[in-house]
């Protein structure tokens, strides 16, 4: 494993077992061969449209969905393990390091606890602490670094804003110091004046706290912004890899080309150019044969049908899996 990598996945693939004794058994294989590496200190985004395996990906990171083949690694400088053979103090250890904002700061906060409680509970369930004058002073911190009022530690959740609220999931997520922060959808919920304050509080706790991010998003624009570093994800799958300018200004994959045409634009000559991406995402209980975006790719030939493209790097930094990119940017 690479030093400047926190996390290197090697055909990573995460399946659970559908059906039963009424209907067919089968695997719905929610991440499927996924070889990423996540360089230490990145905002590392994964993109997809619902249902592409990128909230599945971040879980079997956090080890919290099964590691069915393939492997995971993760080393900070300090620690380094197999996420699939976490057990023990070991994997005690790693619940500390490697934690998750949520997407809904409704849904995530105790309504009976307070903010000092709801932010103190991982300290306490992790035993981080030998005195609760301890605790307090490690919420009295966190609290500050996330620009919480040490007034707002003593109320509930249902007197906060939206925005409020999520700064008070992050500082529950943070409160254990960890090195690895999965953010799923954690701005989704929010009104987009809202989105901006609540990103740039991410990246300040990034540079104050040495954090790197995996974060998880449907919203092209916002990862644009924020991510040094993109995946594109589609039924369990990386389409596209690549730095995040160089993604955004050279898309290789027809399904990047197409989800990034689908962003609106203020140009009056881009209006009219979107290339409309036609029909549902696959089940991932029936996966296409070949290339899994054969069955909605309006450049698909006999071979794409037949044959699965593999993840190809061909810049610093930039892979690609399909048979056909270089002929289609020369087409272009
Ligand atoms: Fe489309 Fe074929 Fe490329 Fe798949 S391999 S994205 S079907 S051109």
Redesign the pocket.
Known sequence: MSNDNLIETQDLSVGFPVGGKIFNKSTLMAVNEVSLSIPRGSFFGVVGESGSGKTTFGRALLNAAPITSGSAHYDDGEVNYNLGKLAGADLKEYRRRAQLIFQDPYAALSPRMTVRDIIAEPLEVMGLCNSRDEVDERVREIAGLCRLNLEHLRRFPHAFSGGQRQRISIARALVSKPRFVVADESVAALDVSIQADILNLLKSLQDEMGLTYLFISHDLSVVAHTCDHVAVMYLGQIMESAPTRQLFQSPR???TKALFSAIPSLDPDDRGKAQKLEGEIPSPTNRPSG?Q??TR?P???DQ?RREE?HLETFEAGHAVS????RELEMAD
Do not use: V
């Open positions: 994959h027809p399904y290339c975006f054969h790719c450049f698909a030939t794409c493209p399909c048979h056909r990119w």
